[in-house]
C-alpha cells in the first residue's frame, strides 16, 4: 500500500497560543547536549497507547482527512471514542511488538523525516512488560505545524488547506484525571523501612520509591514551563498539553537517543544542594565526588544500563564513566553509554529493554520494580518524553514535573535507597530535587 503524501508548507514562525508540545534544551554544560528547541503547535492527529489498543484522535480537518487515508491500515472506529480510529493490539503479545504497532504509524506517511510521536510513555509501561495490570501507556501528538529553533511548517495532506479549526484533547471517560495526576504510595517511612528490609535479605541492591506533594496552583502550565526555562538550565525543558491537564518540567535526565545509527543513555545519580556561592558550591562538589553512596549508586546504575544494552546492542561503550553536571537546585553525577542496535532489533526493543533508568526504579530492575507496583502508582512521573521520528529518537526521564489539572499542582519525587542510605541523607535529597519546582508553584 502506497505511503499517505504529507506535503510540508513554510508557516509563520510566532504564534500567540502556546503550543501542544515542547522541548527546549537551554543546557550545553555536558558535551552530549547542545541548544536546540522542537515544539508542536497544532496536532493533526493524538495518539493515546493502551496495553490493548491505540486510538488515534483527529484534532483537526486535516486531521480527519489523515485518519480517513489511515483507516484502510489501521481499524475502525472505536465504541468509546466514535471519532477515533482504533488499532487493536494482543495484551498477551510481548511489549515490544505493541510497542513497534505505535512506532508504525508514522512510517506511513511520506513526510519530513521529523514527523512522528511527540509526547511521552507512562512509567506504568514497565508493568505491561512484566505482565502487571497496566492502564494508559503513553500520549502522543502527530504534528500539523512544527517548530524547530524558531522556523515553522505545516504537514497537510492537503496543501491548500493550511489553517482552519482544531479541537482539543478530550480523554474525558479514557482517563480519570485526578488519579492520573496524583498516582499513590506509602508514606516515606513505611516505604524506608520496606525497602530497607529488602535490601538487608539480598532481594535488591537498591530501590528508588517516590512520593507526591501536591499544591493549590492557579497558575498556567505554560507559564510555569517558561518560568522553569528562565530559572534552571536543562537539557529537557517539557511543555505537554493533554487538554485534561498539562505537563511542565525542567528534567536533568536523559531515558535514551537515537542518532546517527547509535543509541545513547546518560545514567544520572548522586545528589547534593548548591551552595550560597562559588566556594560553598566547589565544597559540594567535593563532598558529592568523595562520596561512598553517590558512587556505588551510579556505578550500580551504570552496570544496570550495561546489561539492558546486551540484549539488542553491540559495540557498547562507556564514553564517560562520571562527570558532574550542574543545575539551579542540585549538582548531579552522571556517565555516557552508547551502543548499535544489533541486526534484526528495532528502536521499540531497545526501549523495552531498557525499562526504567535504575536511577528511577532499583536494582536489579524487575524486582524492584515489582515491589514499587506493590505500594505506588506512578503514571506520569518517572516515565519517558520526547519525541519519536523515522531515524531518531530523544526521549528524557520525566522528574522535576509537575502535573496541572483543576487548579492543583501534583509533583513526584524520589531518590535511591541502598545498604549505604540513611533516613536523614535521603530526606535532604528529596527536598533538594523538590525545590525546583515547588519555587516555581
Known sequence: ??????????????????????????????????????????????????????????????????????????????AAAPSALRLPLDPAAPLASRLQRLLDIPACFDADPRFGLYGFFCYELIHAKLGLDAGLLGVFHLPERLSENGAAIDLLQDPAAAGGET???????????????????????????????????????????????????????????????????????????????????SSPAMFLRLRDGRLSTSPICGTVARGRGEAEDQAQVEKLL?????????????????????????????????????????????????????????????????????????????????????????CWYAGAFGYLCANEAELGTMIRTALLTDGKATTRVGSTLSARSSPQLERSELEAKASLILGVL
Open 1 to 78: 500500500m502506497n505511503k499517505i503524501r504529507l506535503h510540508s508548507v513554510e508557516a509563520p514562525s510566532a504564534s500567540a497560543r502556546p503550543p501542544l508540545f515542547a522541548l527546549r534544551c537551554n543546557y550545553d554544560y555536558s558535551g552530549k547536549y547542545a541548544l536546540h528547541s522542537r515544539a508542536i503547535e497544532r496536532a493533526a492527529l493524538s495518539a493515546l497507547f493502551f496495553a490493548d489498543r491505540v486510538l488515534l484522535v483527529p484534532r483537526s480537518r486535516n486531521g480527519v482527512r489523515i485518519a480517513e487515508a489511515l483507516a484502510p491500515r489501521l481499524g475502525d472506529a472505536d
Open 167 to 249: 479541537w482539543p484533547l478530550a480523554l474525558g471517560p479514557l482517563l480519570d484525571a485526578e488519579d492520573f495526576a496524583a498516582g499513590s504510595g506509602l508514606p516515606y517511612e513505611r516505604m524506608y523501612a520496606i525497602a530497607s528490609r529488602r535490601i538487608a535479605d539480598g532481594g535488591l541492591r537498591s530501590v528508588n520509591p517516590s512520593y507526591a506533594i501536591q499544591r493549590p496552583c492557579p497558575r498556567d502550565g505554560y507559564q510555569i514551563h517558561q518560568d522553569l526555562l528562565a530559572r534552571n538550565p536543562a537539557p529537557y525543558n517539557l511543555y505537554f498539553d493533554g487538554g485534561d491537564f498539562q505537563l511542565a518540567g
Open 290 to 378: 568523595a562520596s561512598d553512596k553517590d558512587r556505588f549508586e551510579l556505578e550500580e546504575c551504570v552496570k544496570a544500563d550495561i546489561q539492558a544494552k546486551k540484549a539488542s546492542c553491540e559495540d557498547i561503550r562507556i564514553d564517560v564513566e562520571r562527570e558532574v553536571e550542574r543545575f539551579a537546585n542540585v549538582f548531579h553525577t552522571s556517565a555516557s553509554v552508547s551502543a548499535r542496535l544489533k541486526p534484526g532489533k528495532t528502536l521499540a526493543d531497545a526501549i523495552c529493554d531498557h525499562l526504567w533508568p535504575a536511577t528511577v526504579v532499583g536494582t536489579p530492575v524487575d524486582a524492584a520494580a515489582r515491589l514499587l507496583a506493590e505500594h505506588e502508582s506512578r
